[in-house]
């Protein structure tokens, strides 16, 4: 994709160097020449020094053939103003805005366009980055059977009834979404599931092999 990227803050540069490395065609556009310079010359997209909502910067910067805009300023009114530029003048397919004051977001909404909050950004790819913990032994029934529970992380699903078949486990909870019930033998369990098991010991490893291969890497 050709994505421009109005803004080169802390945010903006992160994101422009984090598309360009997923193989994107990276423009931003930023009227301090010295946040332009952060990218570093490992950045192998374009930057334009300039007014952001100047339409000859932004024609530079090649918004009529662009993909997507992202407007990441610390500035709504910058922001706000640049989106309705690409919108309704140079019909840009995809709009995204980053929304500084909260009390502003109701603008964003009213105008139709699509925001990103940097918080709440940060905080996902925190968590992404955090060890998920995917086994928990509830109880040991004696020495040879225990109650787990497995957060399930595999792309192929499975039914219930074929890993208690396969297992030799007894599924007696099944969590989806946070919501936990008794599962019937056609349930079908996916990725981010979790379920409540007995199982013995010596089919625990392969059971917890299976459903969680990442644990194994």
Known sequence: MY??????????????????????NICVVERNAEKLNTLGSGFNGLRVNGIEFDSDNLIEAGIENADALIAVTADDNINITVSLIADKIYKVPKIIARVN????????????????????YELEMLKSKLPIKRLDVIAAL???YEIIEILVNREKSMTVGDIEDKYHCIISSLVKGGK??????????????SIICTIHKNDKGRLISHLCKEMFR
């Open 3 to 24: 994505i421009i990227i109005i803004g080169c803050g802390r945010f903006g540069s992160n994101l422009a160097k984090g598309l360009s490395d997923d193989g994107n």
């Open 180 to 193: 936990v019930s008794i599962p019937k033998k056609n349930n079908v369990v996916y990725n981010g599931d």
């Open 142 to 144: 004696d020495d040879y």
């Open 101 to 120: 004051d909260p009390e502003k977001n109701y603008f964003y909404e009213k105008l139709g366009i699509d925001t990103i909050n940097p918080i709440n």
